[in-house]
Structure formats: C-alpha cells, structure tokens
C-alpha cells in the first residue's frame, strides 16, 4: 500500500494539529516489528494522526523506519523532527447501525414560571424529560402512560 502523498499546504495544517500531541507509539532498539506494526495501524485508525517516538540513536534507520511505516500502513509522512515521526492517515468511517426498537433518549427542556406580579423576571428551570415521559402546560413532568396495575392487585384492594 504506497504512502498517501499531499500538498504542502496539507501537510502543514497536519503539522499544527499535531504539535499538542504526545508520541503514542514508541519503537525500540528492536526496530520495526509486527507487533509496532500493529500497534501503529490500531492507532491511526483511531486517532488519525499520530505521533511515534523512535528510540535508536541512527538517523538513517529512523529515516528508513519513517518510510517504512509510511508505505506499509498507506499513511502520509508529515514530518520527522529528530526522534519524532508523525504519520496521518484518514479515520475510516464507523458504520452505525440502526436499532428500530430504540426509544427516544433523555432531552433537557427549559420551562418558564412567570410570577403573578407583573414587573419581576421570570424564573427559569431546567428540567430533563425521559422517553417515556411529557412535559405537561404546567411546567409539570408526567408519565406518557399510565402505570397499569396488576390483576391481583386490583382484586385485593
């Protein structure tokens, strides 16, 4: 898989982006191993750019390392500063799928209580209205159905 190829106008906006990160992959005396192999690919496809620290002191094997990666994950190099490498590739696209049986979720709803003296503020609340819940004219929270009671119940009392 060849090493994505961008402008340098690209380039330079990764290279902002990624100062205020730290190395998330470090490499060893080892080398390049398929386990950082691994560990590089699982972190590009979380993070999208990375950052990876380069423990040997050989700048020609740092090079060769940083080309490597490049190649072999499909990743753009973005920029090799002394023992730093920093890689970018696009995130992939989470495909979500859709649950029929979901009910709606929680929703915060402001409600205003005027006062019954004209000149004041009103005051405002905030109050957060579940799936199986509605927000009466009031201001009140109540159950959108009615809580059935069961047949023992309503037999004994």
Do not use: C, F
Request: proline share 6%.
């Amino acid at each position: 898989m060849p090493a994505i190829q961008l402008t340098v106008a690209q380039r330079k906006v990764h290279r902002a982006e990624s100062h205020h990160l730290d190395p998330v992959v470090m490499i060893g005396n080892d080398g390049l191993t398929a386990a950082v192999k691994k560990e590089t690919d699982a972190a590009l496809n979380a993070h999208g750019l990375i950052k990876v620290r380069v423990l040997g002191d050989d700048r020609a094997q740092r090079e060769a390392i940083y080309q490597q990666l490049a190649d072999e994950l499909g990743a753009a190099p973005i920029q090799h500063i002394g023992k730093l490498l920093v890689l970018w590739r696009p995130k992939p696209v989470k495909e979500r799928a859709e649950d029929e049986d979901r009910m709606p979720g929680p929703r915060d709803v402001k409600v205003l209580k005027y006062s019954k003296r004209g000149g004041q503020r009103p005051e405002v609340r905030t109050l957060r209205v579940l799936g199986n819940q509605r927000l009466t004219p009031g201001g009140q929270v109540k159950r959108a159905k009615p809580k059935k009671k069961s047949v023992k119940k309503s037999q004994l009392g």
